[in-house]
């Protein structure tokens, strides 16, 4: 059955098969547009909300390729500069130029974390001389040690080990 309807935007007569309130999307458009209906209101989130909004951002960013990221990034920079957020001198500052830069009083997990991306391992181990395969998530079979517990940023300070040599370490 066929309805003769009146748009409630343009009041241009209209056939529809079912009840519809405007003529098309764009009258209906027209027609809801205005002030959001949180406009002014501060949203006040649970920790759990906030939480599962980082996990979610975090997982959509993994999905990205470096082009999307790079394209993402400008994005952000851009919004930053128009709202005057942005600082050009906190961009591409590294190691001892940046202000977050702890050196020697950075933590422990900081000191193997800089040691992973700076220093290429020879995936042999220089206690034994075995090459040991690499085993759950990671890239290669050995480990760094620090035999004097310094954890210093030296070479010298350092050892690749296998895992069992690396224990017998800790356990000694």
């Known amino acids: 059955m066929k309805h003769i309807q009146q748009c409630r935007y343009c009041k241009k007569e209209f056939v529809r098969s079912v009840p519809r309130w405007y003529c098309s999307r764009t ?54 500069k128009e709202n005057k957020s942005w600082t050009p001198s906190m961009t591409g500052k590294i190691g001892d130029d940046s202000p ?44 760094w040690h620090n035999p004097n517990e310094q954890y210093r940023r030296e070479r010298s300070e350092w050892m690749e080990l296998c895992p069992s040599c690396h224990k017998k370490a800790h356990n000694k």
């Open 100 to 143: 977050h830069w702890l050196g020697e009083s950075a933590g422990y997990n900081a000191k193997h974390r800089w040691i992973q991306n700076h220093w290429k391992k020879t995936r042999r181990c220089e206690e034994c001389g075995g090459h040991p395969t690499p085993h759950g998530r990671r890239k290669w079979g050995t480990e």
């Open 27 to 80: 009258c209906s458009n027209k027609a809801t547009a205005g002030p959001a209906w949180n406009k002014g209101i501060k949203m006040v989130l649970s920790d759990e909300a906030r939480a599962a909004m980082a996990e979610n951002a975090r997982r959509n960013i993994a999905k990205e390729t470096i082009e999307q990221r790079r394209a993402r990034m400008e994005k952000v920079i851009a919004a930053r």
